[in-house]
Structures are given as structure tokens and as C-alpha cells.
């Protein structure tokens, strides 16, 4: 369903909106890079615009933030519907190397609904075009975009500060908080 | 005179001036030192060096020594340029007052650093004129400092309050203020500007950015090893993330004694240069977007996508090249590669040649930029301005030159100055650099001989130990402090990105100037927010949704400033 709607919404013009909100830059710069001669997503309509109200699309990078989480859900709230969110980067995707560090709330998707998810650090420009060119309809996915629920896909995490060591052997005490 | 020499007569002169107050001097005889002062008379010290003997203030740093000393441990790092010496102050503060004179009066760069010891570590610096928040999210509590020891990397405090939002300062009478930011639609990263207007012309601003602060630094004492670091460390920057990961090794190495082979160290230095240049071709490309100049925007990205690919070749990624380790590298440069890369630089000296003249041709571009975000020699002295806004100023720093590291001492280039000190000079400083780092390389890769990358670390590396390692990022001088510690990991590691100072160095250079010339005066220093930090956009008085984002700046002023 939401491949139709993307087809029939979005098909012919895309305009994205751009928000870091606490990434390290390397993200940008590709997306940069997409826009540009050689990757030139203008040719698929793809545009990137300076407001939220002009936006169909948000493109999100870098980690949810302390900081910056009420900033990223007013801008979210400020696109018109129907909205997609595209989640770029590692960061973005799974909350990154500080997905529990202090300042970092994790994966954006803990602030914003996430619709699509385009994994790499950096992503290629060409993984993004073709999350972007899969989202809108252009290319057949060779995967399915789903969203990844925890509940469905249970992984054991563990927390270095929970591995106990006990004589020689070490002590793996699952997390339930991560 | 010689190094060692050189810090022999520094200490003396210290010695001399302040006789029972110099408490313990370490001079590894590498270019470093380590003086241990009282610090009661850490100030007056502190103006003497900065003042009387010409150093350039780096950065400072605050740590919780506890667990180990019992003490909290202050050092304010100082660089003597021209004799190639690194100075760090210490002061130890006893554990239950952490507290010292502010130097930010006498030594104006300190500003933001002693604010974000008193954030982070919670030292009071006493007397500092503008204690406020700087690092720490709007809704933190006072009183949790996140580097103290006794504190968990992922520890949020309970009374962690999300709705709070951040006081800022009133505006000065007669002015309107402009917000500015966080999100800018020109792929920047969050920072936020309120700019005090009066009319057309800025009076002021307030800047509230750290808000990619991610931890780094506590990640980095708490959970990860040596050699997890680089990788961590290259993420604190997308651009200039070698420079970090180089920066850190150099550190510890520096720290534990550790000998790189030659080898190793000019491919370090082959791949900084690359990152200057796909760096200053991004950013000569960006400015001229934000002054309007879209085809050259598109033109510099054509001619820098290849420099990205060269780097896949030799690294496997275009970014995040996951280069160092403790001790070496971790990939070789083969000879068909280098070759390649030979090839890649014709190339590109030919095209940019092409870009520089359509620049330096161009009269609306130096309309646009000349005597704009104008920044004198005496700024560049009192915030600690580096890298390319301070070479344009005509202040010929560059620690490539003045710190020779990895194999900068072998091979044989120029330091590019201009006299303007304004965005124009900054631009020609740039694109002149250019040149100077296809040269390097090409130096580089006639120079290296055969040998290994890596050198052998079998021995635990010495607990307790400093080191100092300053790299010339794209953007100035990333400035790296780490102490050695236990459980394989150090004890402190403090990160000081170019942007830290550079970023102190705006509010001056956009002061009386037009609005509309606020985002090419910004975009001038070549920001790199990810690299420092690691809003609010709503006119709270009048619920007026206001925001002016870059783009509107950008329309306003092919407007003619409308």
C-alpha cells in the first residue's frame, strides 16, 4: 500500500527535506554528493528544498539527540501529509557506536515514525538512490522495506558492564534495557 | 637552536619569573611539555606565556583524576610556533573543591573550554565572566557532570527534564532577533544562531550549538580500547575524520614511546592530503553555492568525485577509510594503486586550474566576499583562530610546518598567507592549498620505499603517561590531549577540532555587517559542527513561526538584501 501511495503521491517529483539532527557529517556529504553531476537525482525529480512545509520527504541523519529530539519532532510535524521519513546512515538506523552514550537517545525512529531505512556508514550515493528510486516505485526492491520491530527479531544484547567474571569463565547476564 | 634547547629556555624563563609556583617540569625532549604549576598563580602564568612569550593558546582541559590521585587535574595547553613546542600548564585541584582561577580574561580563547570543563567535569572557573551552558542537552540537570568517573557512560539523570527549554539571553535594545538554525536546509549540521538585527545590520548573536555532542570522549574512557578508538575517533568527523583517527594514534604514541615505520607514516600522510582535497573542493563548491554560484558548486563536486573513488581504491570507502592503529596502518598503498593515484592528481590539477580562474575571474564573487567577515591579526591572537581563517589573515600558522608529524618534516611545500583577513582571502588561502597537497602527495609517493606498515605493540602500553598530537585538518589545527590508563584504554582523551576556536572567532566577524552576508561570514570558517560538539526555532514572545533558513538568506540576498 504504501508503494502505491509513493507511486501515485511522489512519482514524479520528490521534494526532500534535509535534517541532521547530530550526525558526524559523512552522511551529508554523500547526500550532497547525490545531487550532484555525476549521481544528479534532479533527473528523477528529486529536489531538496529549505522548509519542512515545503517538503514531501525528510531525510534524517545522525542519531536521535537529547538536544535535538524536540527540534527534529517539530520539523517532522511541520510536513505536509502524506510524509515519508527516510532513515540515512548507521546512526540514524540503529542509534550508531553511541547509541547509549549520555547524550544520545538512539535510532531516530524513537522520535519520528521511520519509513524507510538506508543503512552504511556513509551509505554509497548510489544505496541511496536506490532506497530513494525503490521507495518511489522506480526500480523493483530486491528487499522488502519492512520495519524492523525488536519484538519480532529478538537479539540478545549484552552490556559490557553486565559480563561478570566468574574464576576463568565469563558470565553473559542478558539486558533487557538496551 | 634545537628542539630540546627550546624548552630548556622555556622552562628557564618560567622558572626564572615564577621561582616556587613552577612545581614540576617534564620535558620528554620531543617538543613537548609538561609543567606542573601551583594554581594559585595558574593565571598570572598563564597571561605570561600568552602575552609576554607569543604562545598561541590551544585549548584546555579539565579531568577527573580521583580514583587515581585523589585530585581533579586542569591542563592549559599552549603552542610555541615558532620553536615547535607544545606546552600543557597543569594545575591539580583537590578532590573535594574543583575549583581555579578563570583565565578567560587574560586569555579570551579559553572562553568556551573552561566552560566546558565546568559542563562536563564540573570545575568551577572561578571569575569567568559568562559561565553559561554550553555542552550539555537543555534539560540535563545541574550538579551531573557525564566525565566524572563515578558516573556511567549511559547514565541519564532521573530528573532529566525533555520539555525544558534553554534560557537565552535577551536581546540588546532595538534589536529583532533572528533565529537561525538548527536544521539548515544547505546540509549543515544543528547548531543554532539568535542574531540580535538592527535594521539590516547584525549587533550580535548567541550561539547554542553542541548538539551532536555524542559522548565521545567518555565512550572512549569507559567501554571501548586502544585500537577501537581510530574507528570511533574518524567518526567525529565525516570530513575530516582521518585527521581525528591520525591525531589520536599520534597521541598515544607520543603518550608510550611507540615508533611508527616510515612506511606507515607517509601513507598517513598521503591520506590526510587526500582528505584536504576532497575537503577544500567541498568546500570551495559550497561557498560558491551560498553566494549564488550554483554552476561552480556542480563543477568542483564533478572534478572531487574522483578523489572519492581514488580513496575506495586505497581504502576500501570513500569516507571512514578505517586507517590507523596504534602503531601503523592498516592498509598499503600498491604500486598500480599509486599510479592510479598519479593519474588522479594530473587530473585534477589540470580541472582545478580551470576552477580557480573562474573564481579569481569572477567580479561578483569578490563583490560578494571582499571585506566581508573581516577577522584582523589581533583576533586570530585572542580567540585562537587556526587553520585557513588564520593563514588569510596573514598569521602563518600551520603545524604541518611548526609541529612536523607523520612524514610532513620529509617532504617540501609552502604555507599559503593572504593579507586580507577576509572571505575572499580565505577563498584564495583554499584554493592555493590545493595545489600545495597534490604536490605533497606526489613527494609522498616518489619518497616511500618499501617496508612495513605496522610496528610490533606487544608490550602493555605505560599507565599514566600524557601525550600531545596537533594535525593540520582541512580546517586548522585538531588538537589531540590523552593520558594513558588502565583496562587497555586512556585514562582521558581530550579532542579540540578546529571548528572549537574558529566558531569563537564569529560573533566578531559578523558584528556590523549585513545579514544577508551572515552565511557566507559562517560558511567562511568552513564549520564543522560534528567535529566541536559533539533549537529552538519558534520566536517564543510572539508564537510566530519565523525561522529563516539559509536558503531564505540566500534569496534575500540575490535580492540585493531586500
Partial sequence: MLKDLCRRMFGRSLWVYHANSGGCNGCDIEVLNVLTPYYDVERFGIKLVGSPRHADVMLCQGAAMRSTARALRRAYEAIPEPKLVFAIGSCACGGGIWHDSYSVIGPVEKIVPVNYYIPGCPPRPEAIIYGVAVAVGLVDKKTAPVQFKQAEFPIPRYHPSDLKSDGEVVVYEKLDRV | ???????????????????????????????????????????????????????????????????????????????????????????????????????????????????????????????????????????????????????????????????????????????????FGPFHPTLDEPAHFRLYVEGEMVRGCEYRGFMAHRGIEKLAESVLSYNDIPMMAERICGICGCVHSVAYVQAVEDAAGVRVPERAEYIRTIMLEMERLHSHLLWVGLACHIVGFDTLFMQSFRIREPIMW?????????????????????????????????????????????????????????????????????????????????????????????????????????????????????????????????????????KMSPGPIQARVDDELPVGRMGLSSVEAPRGEAHHFLVTGEGNRPRRWRVRAPTYQNLQGVPAMIRDQQLADMTIALGSIDPCFSCTDRMETVDVRSGLRRTWTQEDLVRLLKKGGA
Fill in chain 2, 1 to 179: 637552536m634545537s628542539i630540546a634547547m627550546a624548552e630548556r629556555a622555556k622552562l628557564e624563563a618560567l622558572r626564572a619569573r615564577f621561582g616556587a609556583a613552577i612545581r614540576r617540569a617534564d620535558l620528554p625532549g620531543n617538543g613537548r611539555m609538561f609543567v606542573t604549576v601551583d594554581p594559585a598563580a595558574i593565571r598570572e602564568i598563564c597571561r605570561h606565556v600568552f602575552r609576554e612569550m607569543g604562545a598561541r593558546y590551544v585549548i584546555s582541559i579539565g579531568a577527573d583524576d580521583r580514583p587515581f590521585s585523589g585530585e581533579f587535574l586542569v591542563a592549559h595547553n599552549f603552542a610555541f610556533d615558532g620553536d615547535g613546542v607544545l606546552c600543557g600548564l597543569l594545575a591539580h585541584l583537590p578532590g573535594d573543591r574543583p575549583a581555579l582561577d578563570s583565565i578567560s580574561d587574560v586569555v579570551p580563547a579559553a572562553n568556551w573550554a573552561e566552560r566546558e570543563f565546568r559542563d562536563l567535569v564540573g570545575i568551577e572557573p572561578m571569575g569567568h565572566r559568562y559561565p553559561k551552558r554550553l555542552v550539555l542537552p537543555d534539560g540535563w540537570p545541574e550538579g551531573v557532570h557525564p566525565l566524572r568517573k563515578d558516573v556511567s557512560w549511559d547514565d541519564v539523570p532521573k530528573d532529566f527534564d525533555e520539555d525544558l527549554e534553554f534560557k537565552f539571553d535577551e536581546a540588546p535594545d532595538g534589536c529583532v532577533v533572528v533565529p
Fill in chain 2, 310 to 446: 581514488m580513496a575506495e581504491r586505497m581504502t576500501g570507502n570513500r569516507k571512514t577509510y578505517a586507517l590507523c592503529l596504534v602503531g601503523g596502518v592498516r592498509w598499503d598503498i600498491a604500486p598500480e594503486t599509486g599510479a592510479a593515484l598519479r593519474g588522479v592528481l594530473d587530473t585534477l590539477e589540470k580541472e582545478w586550474r580551470g576552477v580557480v580562474d573562474a573564481v579569481t575571474g569572477d567580479r561578483n564573487i569578490q563583490a560578494r566576499t571582499r571585506g566581508v567577515g573581516v577577522a584582523g591579526p589581533d583576533l586570530v591572537k585572542d580567540v585562537g583562530l587556526v587553520g585557513p581563517v588564520a593563514r588569510a589573515s596573514g598569521v602563518a600558522i600551520d603545524c604541518r610546518r611548526d609541529h612536523p608529524y607523520a612524514a610532513y618534516g620529509r617532504v617540501a611545500f609552502e604555507v599559503i598567507t593572504e593579507r586580507g583577513g577576509d572571505v575572499w582571502s580565505r577563498i584564495v588561502v583554499r584554493m592555493k592549498e590545493v595545489f600545495e597537497s597534490i604536490g605533497i602527495i606526489r613527494q609522498c609517493l616518489d
